[in-house]
């Protein structure tokens, strides 16, 4: 078993800026900070990065030289790959053999291979197919109209009231970067799906910069198989990478909203503290309105 790895850097700042966010994302802890170097820890193995001293910086780095090549990481599934790509990118970090991305490890590899600032090359693989499908189950963002369409299709069969324009919106809005909209398939079947809003209709979470996950469904005959919960963390993690301290969500007071509420207060969310709202505006004491979809409490969880 695997102790540590020791990695000497040209820069340790830089090289911490781009290995905090990567290994903490996947898990990792800070675990030791001094001076000239830093480490991170996950389970009982760790990382280490400590800054080469001036006399050894003349010879840069480079990974066909005798010595480490690369390293890689176990990532939980091909969704997560695709994530870590959109952010490594939008990050600016250099993306090796695109023309080959997903596959540049062979067939039915899929990862992502890139470099830190020293240019070591590092990869981020997911589990094999058969292996990733354990249960059937895959998150994945919505790529093109048609996956719109059939969200539509099979809303008029489990959740009709739900109007056509809605969907048709979905992708110009993945495109502009207001919404982030992931699909949940089970066994190949369209199970359900979630956005997260960057700039929530709620007029609390706009005042605080809280995006919102939103609009979270699953078809009945897909529930109790923890679905929910995969599209829950990886809007959270998207949240995150937004660099948001909190995510927020609305959910419904009557009872069919009891199992959501449930979930909600398993995975750390708790109310903003604001009542009521009624179509995103308070209710105030003494006020009726209709016991519906439109009457919510707002919760919040801290990242």
């Known amino acids: 078993m695997l102790h540590h ?21 996947l898990g990792y802890e800070e675990y030791q900070k001094w001076a000239s170097g830093i480490s991170w820890r996950h389970e009982e193995t760790y990382l280490v990065f400590v800054q080469t001293e001036q006399n050894y910086l003349d010879i840069p780095y480079h990974r066909k030289r005798v010595g480490l090549n690369h390293l890689a990481f176990h990532a939980k599934s091909r969704e997560q790959v695709d994530w870590f790509t959109e952010e490594l990118t939008r990050r600016g970090a250099s993306i090796l053999y695109r023309d080959k991305h997903p596959y540049a490890g062979g067939e039915g590899y899929y990862a992502v291979f890139f470099e830190d600032p020293d240019r070591m090359k590092v990869e981020i693989v997911a589990p094999s197919l058969s292996d990733e499908r354990s249960g059937d189950v895959i998150v994945k963002p919505l790529d093109t109209q048609e996956e719109a369409i059939r969200c539509f299709q099979q809303a008029q069969i489990h959740c009709p009231w739900y109007p ?16 982030l909209t992931r699909l949940v398939f089970h ?40 679905l929910a919960s995969r599209l829950l963390e990886e809007l959270e993690r998207a949240a995150a990478a937004w660099n948001c301290a909190r995510v927020g969500l609305g959910v419904g007071l009557y009872g069919d909203y009891g199992p959501a509420q449930l979930l909600y207060a398993k995975r750390g969310y708790h109310l903003d503290g604001k009542g009521m709202s009624y179509k995103n505006q308070r209710v105030k004491a003494g006020q009726e309105v209709p016991i519906d979809d439109e009457l919510l409490v707002y919760l919040v969880k801290d990242l």
């Open 5 to 25: 790895v020791e990695i000497y850097v040209s820069d340790l700042e830089r090289s911490t800026t781009f290995w905090r966010w990567f290994l903490e994302e």
């Open 164 to 179: 056509k324009e809605y969907f048709e919106g979905w992708l110009t809005a993945n495109r502009e970067g207001n919404r």
């Open 187 to 226: 066994e190949g079947k369209l199970a359900g799906w979630c956005h997260l809003l960057r700039v929530s209709d709620y007029p609390s979470f706009q005042e605080e910069q809280i995006p919102e996950i939103n609009d979270l469904v699953i078809f009945p005959e897909f529930r109790r198989k923890k």
